[in-house]
């Protein structure tokens, strides 16, 4: 029930509310198992003003989708300067800026997309992970990768955005120290393709020669340098 004047919203108004409901409703619970009853509740206003703006379900959750596809695609965009480490770090703080700012519209991009049913949703996300890898494959100054630098950017993708969600449930991490670990991630997963395939390998060497000692790959070296032979203890030449 309720009291006083319910203050009577333009078109445009009455929409922006409605896909900010919706919005809210999708990250909370997979998209699949919100109503247009819920959403309807949420918003106070009737389930046939909801159709009236919307013909339905998926297209409100499309309009959610589209809005965050297109704002995370444009954090995408650095200029090609510099050492890549230090350009994928500002990548991934742009990356994990929206993820801070728009926990909503990120969990309703990426959770639970085929549960709803739309192919555009659906579309949308995909056209995300492809700007993602497209940029990529730019700072790379490659257009052709082969098949295991190709997998290994898509996976590095892929565990960016777990690790983002992952964060969001309780950020117990601080968000500094995963975007320096995902940066770090990406140059490991190249490593490890470096060792199978020769086009690997020279985009590594060509990686490394481009960096600076004290640069971001420069730390991941000195970190991983603790873990040498005969730096544990109790082991090596010192027995």
Known sequence: MTTGVRRRMGVEERREQLIAVAQELFS??????????????????????????????????????RR?????TRRFAEPQEGPLGARLLRVMSRFFDFVDEHAPGFEALLRGGTSVGSERANA????????????????????????RIALAVRSWIGMSETTALTWLDGRHIPRTELELQLVHSFMALLAVSAAYDEEAAALVRRIVDQEPVDGTFGDLAARLSAFGPGDSEGSGTGL
């Open 28 to 65: 909370q619970r997979p998209p699949g198992e919100v109503s247009i009853d819920q959403i309807a509740s949420a918003a106070g206003i009737s389930r046939p003003l909801v159709y009236h703006y919307f013909p339905g379900k998926n297209s409100l959750y499309d309009e959610v989708v």
């Open 68 to 72: 965050a596809a297109g704002e995370l």
């Open 124 to 147: 949308l996300i995909d056209k995300v992970r492809q700007a993602a890898y497209d940029h990529m494959l730019f700072h790379l100054g490659i257009t052709d990768p082969g098949p």
